[in-house]
């Protein structure tokens, strides 16, 4: 079956000419622009930044964490010895503040995850993303917003951290050319097996083979810089990221028009400024919903819906966090990324258009 796939594993033309190089330069992307006087620290992923930052703070330390989110960070949480606190989501699926205020004294440490790029002020001064907080850590890669293969980073907004973070930052190295090449062919394996026609004749399939209620603990991941392709493809894509913003933008509005007219759809987020890379909506029968598009080359999936058999390895007790549960059970993600094509996002408005799960 050709099926056009939910997540961005497409690079730009320019980008994808960094990925086939054979060295690339060794340069930090230029993020000055949208973080003024703060200092900036890359790592091959953003779970190893959040691990160097909870290396900070006493081991055993009780972390708050929502449910819905990436597994990679209750992960990060345990490996750092640390005790997982789960704390409830609202109905736009970002921690709920009235379920913080209950629990608040119980824990150590916060983490905030801002859902599918929609913001939650936890002061409500209305900041910016990121600019809050002891710490931020951000994600760029497949799937992402911007797609630049893999790679996350920190900034340190408490200056009070910044010193012994530069110290542990000193330790971390570039990996080797070998590990280079190979992750590059890695990588263009991963793009091929992401787009069409590869991705439903063969992809799909696989995955779909996977037990989605089984689950391993990751390996502890070493933490280094991020690849040096990686950092090239990143400020590349910086540089358009604020056509790709504004792409999204008008596709999310149309999306959004067409789920407004359907009242077998509700949107789950909207706020002007979020990201639109994806959207969440509630379906009173998400199968019913995915099988729909999926027969007609469109997927939509359920965004961490496998979250719910893994945070019962991470301490979470059935009831611990009501609307979550749910929630998770209704919840479908549709795409608007920026390379999504303008012909198949068409064909995705006719579907919403026109289902009904009767």
């Known amino acids: 079956m050709l099926l056009y796939p939910r997540l961005n594993y497409k690079l730009s033309t320019k980008s994808y000419l960094k990925l086939l190089q054979p060295v690339n330069k060794r340069k ?48 990060a949480i345990q490996q750092a010895e640390d005790q ?139 933490i280094n810089y991020p690849y040096r392709f990686c950092m090239d493809i990143f400020s590349s894509e910086l540089k358009k990221i604020a056509c790709y913003f504004e792409k999204q933008k008008e596709f999310s509005g149309n999306i959004i028009k067409a789920i407004e007219k359907n009242p077998q759809i509700t949107l789950m987020q909207y706020d002007f400024e979020m990201n639109n890379f994806m959207l969440a909506a509630e379906v009173e029968k998400p199968y019913k919903f995915i099988t729909f598009a999926k027969i007609r080359g469109i997927e939509i999936g359920q965004h961490f819906y496998k979250s719910k058999y893994i945070i019962p390895y991470f301490g979470y007790k059935k009831g611990d966090c009501p609307t979550y549960e749910k929630i998770i059970e209704k919840m479908v993600t549709i795409p608007c990324h920026y390379n999504y094509s303008p012909k198949k996002h068409r064909q995705l408005l006719s579907i919403i258009n026109s289902f009904k799960h009767e």
Do not use: W
């Open 28 to 75: 930090e992307p230029d993020l000055s622009n949208f973080f003024p006087e703060k200092e900036i620290f890359f790592y091959n992923h953003a779970r190893c930044g959040l691990s160097e930052i909870l290396k900070l703070f006493r081991k055993n330390s009780i972390i708050g964490v929502q449910p819905f989110t990436c597994p990679t960070v209750f992960e």
């Open 84 to 222: 997982l606190y789960f704390i409830d989501i609202n109905s736009s699926l970002v921690i709920d503040i009235e379920a913080l205020k209950i629990h608040k004294d119980k824990i150590d440490i916060l983490i905030v995850t801002h859902t599918f790029g929609f913001s939650i002020n936890i002061d409500e001064n209305g900041s910016l993303a990121g600019t809050k907080g002891d710490f931020a850590i951000f994600s760029f890669g497949f799937g992402k917003f911007p797609n630049a293969v893999s790679g996350g980073y920190v900034l340190v907004n408490n200056k009070n951290y910044l010193d012994i973070f530069k110290e542990n930052y000193c330790f971390i190295k570039y990996p080797n050319y070998l590990k280079e090449i190979f992750f590059k062919c890695q990588s263009i394996m991963q793009i091929l097996m992401n787009t069409c026609p590869f991705y439903g004749l063969l992809t799909r399939k696989i995955k779909n083979k996977k037990n989605k209620k089984q689950y391993k603990l990751s390996k502890k991941e070493k």
